[in-house]
């Protein structure tokens, strides 16, 4: 029998990149972040080097043009969003004021929208941005740069991630799958499974990261057993070499999604595959899918 979610709430399927008339800052309510999660987009061109067929962001037909991010209207936003947290009044806003009283916290400024953040030359500038409008705003909350791990081993990055090392910042990096074919499956780009790892390898041995694994049934079938050994046989490689995991995250498809044919993987399944990485000793938790595409 699959473990109940602890709280839930509708505002998990609810991660609209939509606020106000904001074009960067927008808050939900996260089941990984166990609270608000202040998203920040870097990405408002929706250019990612992955295609993962879960995603929610719409890229249309046409070829998108690249858009850089205005750092003063992102600055302004998250000031006032942050502002609007630090007062409280976040909680008496719709649809925030539904929201059960302990997830009414912030657990963190999260790295995420419409694509690839690490691929944004605002990254730099955009973390110290938040870090300084934290201390402003005097809240205690984690920096999370959500990432599929493509581009971890380029030296311009480096900064950033030591930048985030020293401002509560933490990596969470997407993992999908151990095996070739299930990760082209599922993410459908170019890049190697290999590069992946490797790249993940390279973060963890500089500090603890989290891994981030969506799982789901794809035109009915679920990852195969032997799919799932081989994502926790890549697990067991990454700390033998030396990766600190401080969390993977087992999730599920949590909100409508644009391709047909999906759906979430069953709490009892994502279950399975935590208490197999327990076995290794590896940490793990399970986010299961909300009431609404109850199984
Ligand atoms: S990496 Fe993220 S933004 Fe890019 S396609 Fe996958 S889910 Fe969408």
């Not at 600190?244 to 087992?250: E, G, I, K």
């Amino acid at each position: 029998m699959s473990q109940q979610q602890p709280i839930t709430t509708p505002l998990f399927s609810q991660h609209s990149r939509s606020w106000q008339q904001n074009r960067y800052v927008y808050p939900v309510i996260s089941r990984r972040s166990k609270g608000l999660s202040i998203g920040v987009n870097l990405n408002p061109d929706r250019i990612c080097n992955f295609d993962c067929v879960y995603c929610c962001v719409d890229r249309g037909q046409g070829k998108l043009r690249r858009e850089n991010v205005d750092l003063k209207v992102l600055q302004d936003e998250l000031d006032g969003m942050l502002a609007t947290v630090a007062s409280g009044d976040i909680w008496q806003t719709p649809p925030f004021d539904t929201t059960p009283q302990p997830l009414r916290r912030l657990n963190d400024v999260a790295f995420s929208g419409d694509g690839e953040p690490t691929a944004s030359p605002a990254l730099l500038a955009s973390s110290e941005l938040v870090a300084n409008l934290l201390v402003k705003h005097r809240l205690d909350a984690k920096i999370v740069l959500i990432t599929n791990a493509t581009l971890l081993d380029r030296s311009s990055l480096q900064p950033v991630l030591a930048f985030l090392d020293d401002h509560n910042g933490e990596i969470w990096a997407k993992l999908d799958a151990g095996d070739e074919e299930l990760y082209r499956q599922i993410v459908r780009t170019q890049i190697p499974l290999q590069r992946i790892l490797e790249n993940i390898l390279l973060a963890g041995q500089a500090r603890p990261i989290v891994i981030q694994s969506m799982f789901l049934k794809l035109n009915g079938a679920a990852p195969s057993a032997q799919q799932i050994d081989q994502y926790a046989a890549r697990l067991r490689e990454l700390v033998a070499a030396g990766c600190r995991l401080r969390l993977v995250q087992v999730y599920t498809i949590a909100r409508p999604v644009h391709e047909a044919g999906l759906e979430p993987l069953p709490g009892e399944q994502l279950d399975t595959i935590v208490a197999q990485l327990h076995r290794d000793g590896i940490p793990a938790e399970a986010y299961y899918a909300p009431a609404k595409y109850a199984l």
